[in-house]
Structure formats: structure tokens, C-alpha cells
């Protein structure tokens, strides 16, 4: 392809995979990454970089900007919980960025923690639920995830000319996790354990698939910040 392609990077397993996966079909693939000065995501996000040879682009948010970017953010979601909302500011920041850097196609992680079980409460539900029990809720919750994306990030993006694509969340790619148990995700420590074997196999350092990666709204800081004001 042609095209210049944008990859939002948090530094995680998840979006470094997806940047893999781009620059394997475009040798014009950008990874981008926004949060506030000194935040873990560009600490994470420039090792990757470096481990995949492509370029970075980082944009600092300024704390001063907050306020402003809460009520732009809001004014084009749906679902405005705090969780939400904190997730969505930083993600509307990064595809402003992306358009102004020319940019009309995007991709992400996005989806990989409900397939895959990367969420905190998983390990808790594994404890509680039977097996049964617990695929039929994890399948909820990629539903549920599903849907919040097109109240919240497909919105955003729209608003900004871009097309987001998000692998891990196509119906190919849901169908191929569902054949991995929720507790085949949960064999790792770290959890999404498929997807750092993967990792490893396709050569990534183990600073990148054995990194405990803070969610995306307090890897950004966002959320620290956000709790003042919102």
C-alpha cells in the first residue's frame, strides 16, 4: 500500500501487534502517541518503537488543556461514564493528531482485553463462575464492548474524516479468539496469554510482551488528572 497508515500506540501488547501486523503490508505505517508530559505510554511506546524500527510520532497533552478537550470530547459520546470519558479524551487528542498529520486511515488495539480477558476483573470471575459461566460472560462483554465503541470511538473518529479499524474486534478475529477458553487467556500471570506467545514468537522483546500495561487512560495519565475536573 501506498498510503501512510497511523497505528495508535500505547506501548502495549495489543497495539504493538497491531503495528507489526501494518507495517508488514505498508512500509509507510506511523505510530502515534499522545498523553500528558512524562507519561508511562511514551515510555513504553518509544521502546517499541525502537524494537519495530518505526517511526513515532508523540504528542504532548497539555494539563491546561483539559478542561476544553472534556467538552469538545463530550460533546460527541454517548457513554459518559467517568471510565468512558477517560479513555475517549485521550483517543479524541490522538485522532485530531492523526488528521492533522494527513492521516485517513487508523488502527488499534482496541478489543483485545474483552476477547482476550485482559481485563483486572476476569481473574476474578475465573474464581467465581464455572467454565460455562464464564465464556457466556465474556462473551457479553465483547458485545458490550462492541457496542460502546461505536457510542464513543467510531464517533470520534468519524468527526475527524478517519476511518478506524480495530482487528480485534472484526468477526474474524472474535471468532478466532473464541477458540481459545477464557482460561487458556488466563494461564498467564499477565493475562492474554495467546497474545504474548504470539509476541514471542514473532521475535518481540520480553521487555514488550512481559510489560504490566496500565490501562490506556491512566498509562496517558488522563485519568489521574481527569478525576479533578469531571
Request: proline letters at 3%; aromatic letters at 12%; hydrophobic letters at 45%.
Amino acid at each position: 500500500a501506498d498510503v501512510p497508515l497511523g497505528v495508535l500506540l500505547s506501548g502495549g501488547i495489543d497495539s504493538s501487534l497491531i503495528a507489526f501486523l501494518v507495517s508488514k503490508k505498508t512500509k509507510k505505517t506511523f505510530l502515534l502517541c499522545v498523553g500528558l508530559p512524562n507519561c508511562f505510554d511514551f515510555y513504553q511506546s518509544e521502546k517499541v518503537a525502537s524494537l519495530l524500527n518505526l517511526p513515532l510520532i508523540k504528542h504532548e497533552i497539555p494539563e491546561s488543556n483539559l478542561a476544553f478537550l472534556l467538552s469538545k470530547t463530550l460533546s460527541l459520546i454517548d457513554k459518559k461514564d467517568f471510565v468512558s470519558v477517560s479513555f475517549a479524551l485521550p483517543f479524541f487528542v490522538a485522532c485530531e493528531q492523526a488528521k492533522n498529520l494527513g492521516f485517513t486511515k487508523v488502527f488499534s488495539g482496541h478489543g483485545a482485553d474483552a476477547l482476550f480477558c485482559g481485563f483486572d476483573y476476569f481473574s476474578k470471575l475465573a474464581l467465581e463462575l464455572s467454565s460455562k459461566e464464564l465464556e457466556l460472560r465474556r462473551k457479553l462483554i465483547v458485545n458490550d464492548f462492541i457496542n460502546s465503541l461505536y457510542s464513543n470511538e467510531i464517533k470520534i473518529a468519524r468527526h475527524f474524516g478517519l476511518e478506524l479499524v480495530t482487528p480485534f474486534s472484526s468477526d474474524s478475529v472474535i471468532k478466532s479468539g473464541f477458540l481459545f477458553s477464557a482460561k487458556q487467556c488466563l494461564a498467564h500471570k499477565l493475562k492474554k496469554a495467546p497474545l504474548r506467545k504470539l509476541a514471542s514468537e514473532l521475535g518481540f522483546s520480553s521487555e514488550i510482551y512481559l510489560q504490566k500495561k496500565k490501562a490506556f487512560q491512566y498509562g496517558t495519565n488522563i485519568a489521574n488528572k481527569l478525576k479533578k475536573i469531571f
